[in-house]
């Protein structure tokens, strides 16, 4: 019988000291490989997986082990893959990355870092469910501002990092055609300026465009009368706020509803660009609004 084969068969204290022996050996690649090999296809007991996950509680693992880790199992199954995971071992998973427990508890991510994350996560498609799933998490009292009453200076610390969202997160087909148009007649463009209500298409010195979706936006040719949620029915309000405020700040501002833009696309596009053309060269402090 092996050395190996032996030591299974001894005494916990025994075991304790073998382990202390074992502590600070380096093996070889070779010898990892083997021990790899030898442990592939192997189905630990419930109980070894509870020593195991006993021993390694409260281990954090160097940045130089995390990275041989995630290198090994480039282009390799976890071994989890199209496996069924029941709802009480999600929650599990969930309740043990909350709070205190998150890797990235009390961190702050430098620019880098988010820039990463928010590159990874670019072209992941959400399903509809998951999205129902995450406006639950933050409704009512389960919202992270639930109760709470904010100081000014947090309410304008939550406007600025809104202004430098880009909602939608593309542009849409009568944005497009704008934008096509501007380039063709060498029109330069900045799209989302960081300005209240965020315009679609900003033009120096001070020309604001907007162009409003006819659903979105709550037009009264397209949708009428009908029964919208009320956000969508209040959204005139706001547009005609961000209009003044905008106009109080010398900005001139110009909206397009998304019917014209389709309808009328090439009389419409063309009596803009005299409409710009004009107003830069005569630099109008006056806000027409269309």
Known sequence: MSLMMKKRYESLDERKRTSESMKGLVFSEKHRKNLSIAMTGRNLSNETKLKLSFINKGKRLSDEHKKKIGLSLIGRSTGRKGIPVSLEFKQMMSDRMKGKNHPNFGKHLSVETRRKISEGNKGKKVSDEVRA?????????????????????????????????????????????????????????????????????????????????????????????????DFIKFRPFVDNYVNYKLMMDGFIVIRLWEHDIINNNDELLNSLINSINYIKQRDLSIVPVV
């Open 133 to 229: 799933k995450l406006r639950l998490v933050c409704k009512g009292e389960k919202s992270y501002i639930y109760g709470k009453k904010l100081s000014e200076k947090t309410k304008n610390l939550i406007r600025i990092a809104r202004m430098k969202q880009v909602m939608p997160f593309k542009d849409s087909k009568p944005e497009l055609l704008i934008q096509s148009k501007l380039i063709n007649e060498g029109i330069v463009f900045e799209k989302h300026k960081r300005l209240l209500g965020q315009p679609d298409i900003f033009i120096e010195p001070n020309i604001c465009l907007f162009v409003d979706g006819c659903y979105w936006h709550n037009c009264v040719t397209c949708v009428g009368n009908k029964n919208y949620p």
